[in-house]
Nanobody, 119 residues
Framework: QVQLVESGGGLVQAGGSLRLSCAAS?????VGWFRQAPGKERVFVAA????????NYADSVKGRFTISREDAKNTVYLQMSSLKPEDTAVYYC???????????????WGQGTQVTVST
């Protein structure tokens, strides 16, 4: 059983930055970030393969968000810059035992961390 714990969420003004962390022993897993805004479905944000060789981003965050991992610290990061009010959501990290960075197939999920971007 893989346990994932997100942290780093909070309130930030539009144009600001935040870095989310996902703590988990997942060095052999692909890890993804997803988000769910109020009243909407959970959607894919970004993913990184084991060893960091492949990365995938949703079009809505390309050029603004960067996913990375530091397996020695059992942590995957989501650096978010140029934040917009529409980025407001609960952000979840998830893991799957596949090398593909597609948005499907994730088996293990964290509890989420709230990100709120004000105008």
């Amino acid at each position: 059983q893989v346990q994932l714990v997100e942290s780093g969420g909070g309130l930030v003004q539009a144009g600001g930055s935040l870095r989310l962390s996902c703590a988990a022993s997942v060095s052999t897993y692909t890890v993804g970030w997803f988000r769910q805004a109020p009243g909407k479905e959970r959607v894919f944000v970004a993913a990184i393969s084991s060893r960091g060789g492949y990365r995938n981003y949703a079009d809505s965050v390309k050029g603004r968000f960067t996913i990375s991992r530091e397996d020695a610290k059992n942590t995957v990061y989501l650096q978010m810059s140029s934040l917009k009010p529409e980025d407001t959501a609960v952000y979840y990290c998830a893991a799957k035992y596949q090398t593909s960075t597609t948005p499907t197939g994730y088996l293990y999920w964290g509890q989420g961390t709230q990100v709120t971007v004000s105008t």
